[in-house]
């Protein structure tokens, strides 16, 4: 087993004061402009879809913004590919480091969990069934599916859709069992899958350790180390998106971004050639990882001012209208989402699919996607 370390000697502290204090300054403008802002709220749950694509981009993978919110909202128009599961995963972890204090996804424990997080998440139900959280549908072995509009009377196919629903349940859960660290079949890795030599363990140790020495630099400065050392160690084998997550989680620790703001990195480091960010020169993946930061704060501010005056734009829609209308949710609703479906709509608004889509005519709301049936709308 080979060692593995990263060397924090000769750090070009020189070449890195412009851009830590740039990096810095941007930062906090946009958490200054978010905090204050009437879309703010909006605008972190739009940069939660944004980041999860983005960090699957950074990736080598493709998904579509569309398909993460529909899957999201579980309105998929499609069968969700494995790349889609992994960005809902980057997306709900955002969302959970989001909501819980700043210190935690540092901590033991949140590293714990975090790591554990990183598949599906699986319990055993009480007659000894095995429960899996699909995204979609909760899929239960001892029993059928049971999808978002259940029904009693079920066609003759249904208990055959259920029973290999149970099976798949089951293999879900063993092979989710078998990744778990440290738990009871994890030294029986699939040499196919896995490398049996690549011990997760102690990278996350070395990694730990990098954090140790760097606490008495800047925030900043201490992310983008961070990074670079996380991209160097490769802690984790199938999960590399987890350490960009915790790089965000060390700027919100230090107050640079504050509340439930986390920065969207990944948006910014996809602007950055990948042959800076993967150069054999540390002090070019360092200033490349700083230029990520600014162009994602800057992407940031482009996007909040683009939505402030959506915003105002489509408030002018409810003069005249009565108090009950539902356009000020629609208006909120659509804030928060990159784009929204009419079952989206019908489900977030208590109306009718018919109701939803006469209040996207009366909003103005630019469809997206071009079709003819399965149609999402966004702000202009």
């Given at each position: 087993?080979?060692?593995?370390?990263?060397d924090?000697?000769?750090?070009?502290?020189?070449?890195?004061l412009r851009?830590i204090?740039?990096?810095?300054?941007?930062?906090?403008r946009?958490?200054?402009r978010?905090a204050?802002s009437?879309?703010?709220e909006?605008w972190?749950?739009?940069s939660h879809?944004t980041?999860?694509?983005?960090s699957?981009?950074?990736?080598?993978?493709?998904?579509?913004?569309e398909d993460?919110v529909?899957?999201?909202?579980?309105?998929d128009?499609?069968?969700?590919?494995?790349?889609?599961?992994?960005?809902?995963?980057?997306?709900?972890?955002r969302?959970?480091?989001?909501?819980?204090?700043?210190?935690?996804?540092l901590s033991?424990?949140?590293?714990?969990?975090?790591?554990?997080q990183?598949w599906?998440?699986?319990s055993?139900?009480?007659?000894g069934?095995?429960?899996?959280?699909?995204?979609?549908q909760v899929?239960?072995a001892?029993?059928a599916?049971?999808?978002?509009?259940?029904?009693?009377s079920?066609n003759?196919?249904?208990?055959?859709?259920?029973?290999i629903?149970a099976?798949l349940?089951?293999?879900?859960?063993?092979?989710?069992q078998?990744?778990r660290?440290?738990?009871?079949?994890?030294?029986?890795?699939?040499?196919?899958?896995?490398?049996?030599?690549?011990d997760?363990d102690?990278?996350l140790?070395e990694?730990?350790?990098?954090l140790?020495q760097t606490h008495?630099?800047p925030?900043?400065?201490q992310?983008?180390?961070a990074?670079?050392a996380?991209?160097?160690l490769?802690?984790?084998?199938?999960?590399?998106?987890?350490?960009?997550?915790l790089v965000?989680?060390?700027?919100?620790q230090?107050?640079?971004?504050?509340?439930?703001?986390?920065a969207?990195i990944?948006l910014?480091?996809?602007?950055?050639?990948?042959?800076r960010r993967r150069h054999r020169?540390r002090?070019?993946?360092l200033?490349?990882n700083?230029?990520?930061?600014?162009?994602a704060?800057?992407?940031?501010l482009?996007?909040?001012?683009?939505?402030l005056l959506?915003r105002k734009?489509m408030e002018?829609r409810?003069?005249g209208?009565?108090t009950?209308s539902k356009?000020p949710?629609l208006?909120e609703?659509v804030?928060s989402r990159?784009?929204?479906?009419?079952g989206?709509?019908a489900?977030?608004?208590?109306?009718?699919p018919r109701a939803?889509?006469?209040i996207?005519e009366?909003?103005g709301?630019?469809?997206?996607t071009?079709?003819?049936?399965?149609r999402a709308?966004?702000v202009l």
């Amino acid at each position: 087993m080979i060692s593995m370390s990263y060397d924090l000697v000769k750090l070009p502290i020189r070449t890195l004061l412009r851009p830590i204090s740039d990096a810095g300054s941007a930062l906090t403008r946009l958490d200054e402009r978010i905090a204050r802002s009437p879309v703010g709220e909006g605008w972190i749950e739009r940069s939660h879809f944004t980041d999860a694509c983005a960090s699957l981009w950074i990736d080598g993978e493709l998904v579509h913004l569309e398909d993460l919110v529909l899957h999201d909202a579980t309105k998929d128009i499609r069968t969700p590919t494995h790349e889609l599961t992994i960005a809902r995963d980057v997306l709900k972890t955002r969302r959970r480091i989001a909501a819980q204090p700043p210190g935690w996804a540092l901590s033991p424990d949140g590293l714990r969990s975090l790591r554990g997080q990183a598949w599906p998440a699986a319990s055993h139900s009480a007659d000894g069934g095995v429960t899996i959280d699909t995204g979609l549908q909760v899929v239960d072995a001892a029993g059928a599916g049971e999808g978002e509009d259940g029904d009693d009377s079920a066609n003759p196919l249904d208990a055959e859709f259920a029973a290999i629903d149970a099976v798949l349940a089951r293999a879900d859960a063993a092979i989710e069992q078998a990744k778990r660290p440290g738990r009871a079949g994890a030294s029986e890795k699939d040499p196919l899958v896995y490398d049996l030599d690549w011990d997760e363990d102690d990278r996350l140790e070395e990694w730990c350790g990098v954090l140790r020495q760097t606490h008495d630099l800047p925030a900043v400065l201490q992310a983008v180390v961070a990074l670079d050392a996380w991209n160097q160690l490769s802690v984790l084998q199938h999960a590399p998106w987890l350490g960009r997550l915790l790089v965000v989680s060390i700027l919100r620790q230090a107050g640079i971004t504050s509340g439930t703001h986390l920065a969207a990195i990944n948006l910014g480091l996809k602007t950055v050639p990948v042959d800076r960010r993967r150069h054999r020169d540390r002090e070019t993946r360092l200033l490349a990882n700083f230029s990520g930061i600014i162009a994602a704060a800057e992407l940031g501010l482009k996007e909040h001012d683009r939505l402030l005056l959506a915003r105002k734009l489509m408030e002018r829609r409810l003069v005249g209208k009565r108090t009950s209308s539902k356009l000020p949710e629609l208006i909120e609703l659509v804030i928060s989402r990159p784009l929204v479906s009419a079952g989206m709509i019908a489900k977030e608004l208590a109306v009718t699919p018919r109701a939803a889509l006469r209040i996207v005519e009366e909003l103005g709301l630019r469809e997206m996607t071009g079709r003819g049936r399965f149609r999402a709308w966004g702000v202009l």
